[in-house]
């Protein structure tokens, strides 16, 4: 159970277009995602919390406007890399948490990432 | 201001050999703990977690962690390691907002 399926796991792209990257929570609803960058060898930094319904918040220093998120519904939510660049590239991953289980003690379920690479 | 640190950037052990991942966390209140491992190109994959009640918490694929509240440290633990446990290995802390705070991240290599 807890499985959450992200998609694509591959991108090459050209420099000035737009990525969607998709999140799936495959066998239960979740009312918050999250997303995720990581740079090689370093930790994951979190880019911002997806809310069903509502906005997305950004982490300090995310441009919204460069990452759109869209939650519009329990089991997905959608991270749009817009215009994207070189600089861009990365390893994108995503992360839920079972509505049934909102609570500090539940564990996130992880997607198996999106490696985003930008010519 | 919540925390958690990896001090090791690599762990090497011997197959067969006990292994150690080392953890410790700052928090003001009672921690939730979580180990996850990351193996490449992959996304994480949760082994345990403590919330609360015994210090030592059993885990996935033979994994466990010992919660030590006077070191605030939780250290990743297991009895004999395999070549297919090598990875990388995220200690994380339940924040505000239902965040999690990840520590840097240590890569355990098991040779045979």
């Known amino acids: 159970g807890a499985v959450v399926s992200q998609h694509p796991s591959w991108v090459i792209c050209k420099s000035g277009t737009s990525v969607k990257i998709e999140c799936r929570s495959l066998?239960?609803?979740?009312?918050?995602m999250f997303w995720y960058r990581q740079f090689p060898k370093q930790s994951l930094m979190l880019m911002a919390t997806?809310?069903?319904?509502?906005?997305?918040?950004?982490e300090q220093g995310v441009e919204k406007d460069k990452f759109l998120i869209n939650h519009a519904s329990l089991t997905l939510s959608t991270l749009t890399v817009t215009s994207a660049h070189p600089e861009d590239s990365s390893f994108y991953i995503c992360?839920?948490?079972?509505?049934?289980?909102?609570?500090?003690?539940?564990?996130?379920?992880f997607g198996d990432g999106t490696r985003l690479s930008i010519l | 201001a919540q925390s958690v640190a990896q001090p090791e950037d690599q762990v090497n052990v011997a197959e067969g050999n006990p292994l150690t991942v080392k953890c410790t966390y700052s928090?003001?209140?009672?921690?939730?703990l979580f180990w996850y491992v990351q193996y490449p190109n992959r996304g994480l994959q949760f082994l345990l977690k403590y919330i609360t009640g015994d210090n030592l918490v059993k885990g996935s694929y033979g994994f466990e962690a010992e919660f030590n509240k006077s070191q605030t440290s939780f250290h990743l633990k297991k009895p004999s390691a395999l070549v297919s446990d090598s990875a990388l290995y995220f200690c994380?802390?339940?924040?505000?907002?239902?965040?999690?705070?990840f520590g840097a991240g240590t890569r355990l290599a098991v040779h045979p």
């Open positions: 928090v003001s209140g009672n921690p939730y």
């Open positions: 992360s839920a948490r079972d509505l049934i289980g909102t609570g500090q003690d539940q564990p996130q379920h």
């Open positions: 066998d239960f609803q979740a009312t918050t």
């Open positions: 997806s809310n069903e319904g509502s906005k997305a918040t950004y």
């Open positions: 994380a802390l339940s924040g505000g907002y239902n965040k999690l705070i």
